[in-house]
């Protein structure tokens, strides 16, 4: 078994403490977090701790934390023949600042504690400094997941922003159109079969292929009729949105 320690309570620590558990071929020898009531749930199935000089030694550090955290934490792992890596989809391996080795198990998902998720059809990015280590990634990654693919920094990172787009723009998205169904006393229920089928289209179709919509028909009268219906702020995402469709599919207004 390889030995783990997982340093996080948020929500990306949460799911992959809890898939972990089940591999056959991890052991979480302890969680971290600075709020020891997050992992309180852990402490029968694993030793937890608060305090970062009391990290227990493992084969391989995973640190589940914001961003701006992943530095500052990776230069508390003192064990020098371990493996420390981070799970974010934009932060370079420069940053992890332990003096072991270093490398990236990044699930590409949107996670909350709230929903569950199929780790099984997450694809799950791994990167690190040599071969060996990135065979360890990939044996950890193949316990939980189908899809386990080896990449770059430099792809990780476009992956990353691609993602930002499909993922927490589009949810944004939702938000908006939320707002106007609730401020003309409309539930956001109508929509749903909407935004599902227009998920599943890509499944098929490029989404180039699947654009659909006033804008790329080039219907100025509808468009106008919309603008009119909309505040300031969601005019100037509605223009930017279709100006950019129409930029796309050839057309101008």
């Known amino acids: 078994m390889i030995k ?3 340093i996080g309570g948020g929500n990306v620590a949460f799911h992959l403490t809890n898939q972990l558990l089940k591999s056959n071929v991890v052991s979480i020898v302890q969680v971290y ?4 009531e997050k992992i309180n749930y852990l402490k029968s199935k694993t030793s937890i701790t608060n305090n970062l000089n009391q990290l227990l030694k493992a084969e391989v550090y995973i640190i589940a934390v914001s961003d701006n955290s992943i530095s500052e934490v990776s230069s508390n792992i003192k064990n020098p023949n371990s493996l420390v890596v981070h799970t974010s989809g934009s932060v370079s391996l420069k940053d992890l600042t ?4 270093k490398g990236v198990f990044y699930p590409i998902q949107t996670f909350s504690k709230e929903k569950k998720v199929n780790f099984s059809k997450i694809p799950i990015c791994i990167e690190a400094t040599n071969e060996k280590d990135t065979l360890l990634l990939e ?3 193949k316990s939980i997941s189908n899809y386990c693919i080896r990449i770059n ?3 990780r990172k476009n992956i990353h922003v691609a993602a930002v787009f499909v993922n927490n723009f589009v949810n944004h998205l939702y938000h ?5 169904c609730t401020k003309n006393n409309i539930s956001f229920e109508i929509l749903k079969p909407l935004i599902i089928e227009t998920a599943s289209k890509i499944n098929t179709l490029t989404p180039f292929e699947a654009q659909t919509g006033p804008a790329i028909r080039n219907d100025t009268k509808t468009i106008e009729k919309h603008t009119v219906l909309l505040n300031k702020n969601q005019q100037e995402i509605y223009t930017l949105l279709t100006n950019s469709i129409l930029q796309f599919h050839g057309k101008k207004l």
């Open 4 to 6: 783990v320690v997982i």
């Open 33 to 36: 977090n600075r709020s020891i």
């Open 139 to 141: 044996i950890i990654a």
């Open 153 to 155: 920094e430099e792809q």
């Open 98 to 101: 332990n003096l072991s080795r």
């Open 176 to 180: 908006i159109g939320n707002e106007i």
